[in-house]
């Protein structure tokens, strides 16, 4: 992160810079682990997508919020491991 103070402005500017190939890391693991299931099990995935679209859409909300918690939660302790 640079600070820098903009010409004429009584202002102090953080300058972020993207960290793309982190970025893009983690966006390939986000790909592998959703074609993991397909791969591994492609014969039972029409079941289990068939039990996931026979359920209440706030079903399917709460199961999503609890993944990207665990996630989110994982990414905090491992950060601040580091």
């Excluded at 009584?10 to 190939?21: P, Q, S």
């Amino acid at each position: 992160m640079d600070i820098f103070t903009c010409p004429g402005r009584n202002r102090t500017l953080l300058a972020m810079h993207f960290e793309w190939k982190l970025f893009l890391t983690a966006l390939g693991l986000a790909f592998i682990l959703e074609g993991l299931p397909y791969f591994l099990a492609a014969e039972k995935m029409p079941e289990v997508l068939r039990a996931l679209s026979e359920r209440k859409p706030r079903e399917l909300r709460m199961l999503g919020m609890t993944a990207m918690l665990v996630g989110l939660l994982l990414i905090i302790v491992l950060r601040g491991a580091g």
